[in-house]
């Protein structure tokens, strides 16, 4: 009862958060982030610089502010999508429960805030830098929710609402688009220059590349299950392809409301999309027609070997898929 005499005084303070307070509550983070995946932002980050020349101490805050929004973020699809695997692991939060999983990942979200707070050499005040960072977070939400509507009400979006759905809301789109006007906000050279039309041509290609590996890539089966999509219900690129190119025949609409785990209902889906619809060469297609509007842009813009060589290794054909 002692505890309670006089308390008015010590609530006038913050109570005390200690470290290890702090590390049992970000669990499921620390768990998912000592499986680093390809950090591709790094990249990115290494190459756009060439043509901004943002300090050295500002480039590491931008990248541990966004690596966490992206991890986070991760933590919260994998919740929403019912994912077994991340990154070849189980996902977090068949390790820690959902509530702890999504209290860490809205955690880190304020946490990534701060780091940008702290951003040092920045040409913009605080509040414009938050400013960015509202923006971002309200698009990936929007363009998440979108998603999840299409996906529980088995609604079959069209190319142009997919397209600008992944332009809001997917890791790529989003979190480099944020990636980039921070460093846009930090540069010392070419300060009226513009790359965010670029950076988002860039995540849409990423995006619709990924949608057509996770029904055809060994490699991603192997890290994160066989056509995964499927599984989760998604309209990804090459499925509402297939499912648009004949609406009479609701075969993929049918599987797809089962979220299929095996690979018997998956294999008939896949075949059909390559043999009947041919979604994947259309896809491929649309890639092609992407990546080289990326390079003119990659021109127009000056060149940058660093992008150049990133869009080299996202190259994808039908020899690729094999």
Same mark, same amino acid.
């Given at each position: 009862?002692?505890?309670y005499d006089d308390i008015l005084p010590r609530l006038?303070?913050?109570?005390?958060?200690?470290?290890?307070?702090?590390?049992?509550?970000?669990?499921?983070?620390?768990?998912?982030?000592?499986?680093?995946?390809?950090?591709?932002?790094?990249?990115?980050?290494?190459?756009?610089?060439?043509?901004?020349?943002?300090?050295?101490?500002?480039?590491?805050?931008?990248?541990?502010? $966004?690596?966490?929004?992206?991890?986070?973020?991760?933590?919260?699809?994998?919740?929403?999508?019912?994912?077994?695997?991340?990154?070849?692991?189980?996902?977090?939060?068949?390790?820690?429960?959902?509530?702890?999983?999504?209290?860490?990942?809205?955690? $880190?979200?304020?946490?990534?805030?701060?780091?940008?707070?702290?951003?040092?050499?920045?040409?913009?005040?605080?509040?414009?830098?938050?400013?960015?960072?509202?923006?971002?977070?309200?698009?990936?939400?929007?363009?998440?929710?979108?998603?999840?509507?299409?996906?529980?009400?088995?609604?079959?979006?069209?190319?142009?609402?997919?397209?600008?759905?992944?332009?809001?809301?997917?890791?790529?789109?989003?979190?480099?688009?944020?990636?980039?006007?921070?460093?846009?906000?930090?540069?010392?050279?070419?300060?009226?220059?513009?790359?965010?039309?670029?950076? *988002?041509?860039?995540?849409?290609?990423?995006?619709?590349?990924?949608?057509?590996?996770?029904?055809?890539?060994? $490699?991603?089966?192997?890290?994160?299950?066989?056509?995964?999509?499927?599984?989760?219900?998604?309209?990804?690129?090459?499925?509402?392809?297939?499912?648009?190119?004949?609406?009479?025949?609701?075969?993929?609409?049918?599987?797809? &409301?089962?979220?299929?785990?095996?690979?018997?209902?998956?294999?008939?889906?896949?075949?059909?999309? &390559?043999?009947?619809?041919?979604?994947?060469?259309?896809?491929?297609?649309?890639?092609?027609?992407?990546?080289?509007?990326?390079?003119?842009?990659?021109?127009?813009?000056?060149? *940058?070997?660093?992008?150049?060589?990133?869009?080299?290794?996202?190259? $994808?054909?039908?020899?690729?898929?094999?």
């Amino acid at each position: 009862m002692a505890f309670y005499d006089d308390i008015l005084p010590r609530l006038a303070t913050p109570s005390v958060w200690s470290s290890d307070n702090d590390s049992e509550v970000l669990k499921p983070f620390t768990y998912l982030t000592s499986n680093p995946g390809k950090d591709i932002l790094y990249h990115f980050i290494e190459a756009f610089n060439a043509w901004m020349d943002v300090p050295l101490d500002a480039r590491a805050t931008i990248s541990k502010a $966004v690596n966490m929004l992206h991890n986070a973020n991760l933590m919260i699809d994998d919740i929403e999508d019912g994912s077994d695997l991340r990154r070849g692991n189980p996902v977090a939060h068949s390790v820690f429960g959902i509530p702890r999983t999504l209290d860490a990942a809205n955690y $880190v979200y304020f946490l990534a805030q701060q780091e940008i707070l702290g951003l040092q050499n920045s040409r913009f005040p605080d509040k414009d830098l938050i400013a960015i960072f509202t923006e971002e977070l309200i698009s990936l939400h929007r363009g998440q929710g979108l998603e999840l509507l299409w996906r529980e009400s088995l609604q079959c979006p069209t190319e142009e609402e997919y397209v600008h759905m992944v332009n809001d809301r997917r890791q790529t789109s989003g979190l480099l688009r944020i990636t980039i006007r921070l460093m846009m906000a930090c540069a010392m050279r070419n300060v009226d220059a513009n790359y965010v039309p670029l950076m *988002n041509l860039i995540g849409i290609f990423y995006q619709i590349r990924d949608d057509l590996l996770n029904l055809q890539s060994p $490699v991603y089966s192997n890290t994160k299950g066989f056509a995964e999509d499927l599984t989760e219900g998604k309209f990804s690129f090459p499925i509402l392809h297939g499912v648009r190119a004949d609406q009479s025949d609701t075969q993929i609409l049918d599987i797809l &409301k089962q979220r299929p785990t095996t690979p018997t209902l998956k294999f008939p889906v896949v075949e059909y999309l &390559k043999t009947k619809t041919r979604s994947f060469e259309y896809t491929l297609g649309v890639l092609e027609k992407l990546e080289n509007q990326a390079r003119t842009e990659i021109a127009r813009l000056g060149g *940058n070997v660093g992008l150049e060589r990133i869009i080299d290794a996202l190259h $994808v054909d039908g020899a690729t898929l094999g």
